[in-house]
T-cell receptor
Framework: DAKTTQPPSMDCAEGRAANLPCNHSTISGNEYVYWYRQIHSQGPQYIIHGLKNNETNEMASLIITEDRKSSTLILPHATLRDTAVYYCIVRVTGTYKYIFGTGTRLKVLA | GAVVSQHPSRVICKSGTSVKIECRSLDFQATTMFWYRQFPKKSLMLMATSNEGSKATYEQGVEKDKFLINHASLTLSTLTVTSAHPEDSSFYIC???????????????FGDGTRLSIL
C-alpha cells in the first residue's frame, strides 16, 4: 500500500501558485519524500525531493512540516503546461521501491 | 542529466507474439531499474525490480515467466512480454536509479513508456 495520501484533484488559475498537499504520517526518520508529475501518456517526471529541510529548485518548492508527517509542493506560478497528475512518494522502508498512490490531478485553468 | 530512454514507444502485435521493450540510462550507470505497468486512468503499479547482473525480483501476482526481465549491463534492462495476449495490453514504464553509498537517496528517473496493444 502507498504510504502517502493526496487529494484526488485540484484546480488552479494560471499564474497563481499551486499548493499540492501530501500526508505521509507513517514516514520514518531517514526516509525522503519524492515528488513527480505525469503528463498524459508520458512517464513520470521527477520534480524534487527532500528529507526535512525545505527545498527549492527551478521547478518547484517543497515544504516539509517539522514533524515530517506532511509536505506541500508549491508551483509558484502555474502555467497550462503544469496540468498533470502529481505524485508524492515515500519509498518502501529498507528498499529503493516506489509504491505509487493515486496522486492529485491538477488542472490549471486559463 | 539523468535521462532514461525507452524503446519502442508504441507497439501493436498479434496475439501470441513475444514483445521486447528496452530501457536505457543514457548518462548514468543504473545499478537498479524498475518496471511498472499502468492501466488507463490508474496509477503506476510496480511489476519488478531489476539489479544489474542478478535475477529480477517480482512483485506479488506478477508472473515471472510471462514478463522476462534481463539487466545485463549498467545501462540496459529489457522486459519481454512472452506470448502476449490482449489482456497484456497496457502502458509499460521503466525507471532507473544509479549509484550506491552517498547517493542512496537519489531519485528514480523514468522513461517515457511503451504503449503495448495486442490484437
Amino acid at each position: 500500500d502507498a504510504k502517502t495520501t493526496q487529494p484526488p484533484s485540484m484546480d488552479c488559475a494560471e499564474g497563481r501558485a499551486a499548493n499540492l498537499p501530501c500526508n505521509h504520517s507513517t514516514i520514518s526518520g531517514n526516509e525522503y519524500v519524492y515528488w513527480y508529475r505525469q503528463i498524459h501518456s508520458q512517464g513520470p517526471q521527477y520534480i524534487i525531493h527532500g528529507l526535512k529541510n525545505n527545498e527549492t529548485n527551478e521547478m518547484a518548492s517543497l515544504i516539509i512540516t517539522e514533524d515530517r508527517k506532511s509536505s506541500t509542493l508549491i508551483l509558484p506560478h502555474a502555467t497550462l503546461r503544469d496540468t498533470a497528475v502529481y505524485y508524492c512518494i515515500v519509498r518502501v522502508t529498507g528498499t529503493y521501491k516506489y509504491i505509487f498512490g493515486t496522486g492529485t490531478r491538477l488542472k490549471v485553468l486559463a | 542529466g539523468a535521462v532514461v530512454s525507452q524503446h519502442p514507444s508504441r507497439v501493436i502485435c498479434k496475439s501470441g507474439t513475444s514483445v521486447k521493450i528496452e530501457c536505457r540510462s543514457l548518462d548514468f550507470q543504473a545499478t537498479t531499474m524498475f518496471w511498472y505497468r499502468q492501466f488507463p486512468k490508474k496509477s503506476l503499479m510496480l511489476m519488478a525490480t531489476s539489479n544489474e547482473g542478478s535475477k529480477a525480483t517480482y512483485e506479488q501476482g506478477v508472473e515471472k515467466d510471462k514478463f522476462l526481465i534481463n539487466h545485463a549491463s549498467l545501462t540496459l534492462s529489457t522486459l519481454t512480454v512472452t506470448s502476449a495476449h490482449p489482456e497484456d495490453s497496457s502502458f509499460y514504464i521503466c525507471s532507473a536509479r544509479g549509484g550506491q553509498g552517498a547517493g542512496t537517496n537519489q531519485p528514480q528517473h523514468f522513461g517515457d513508456g511503451t504503449r503495448l496493444s495486442i490484437l
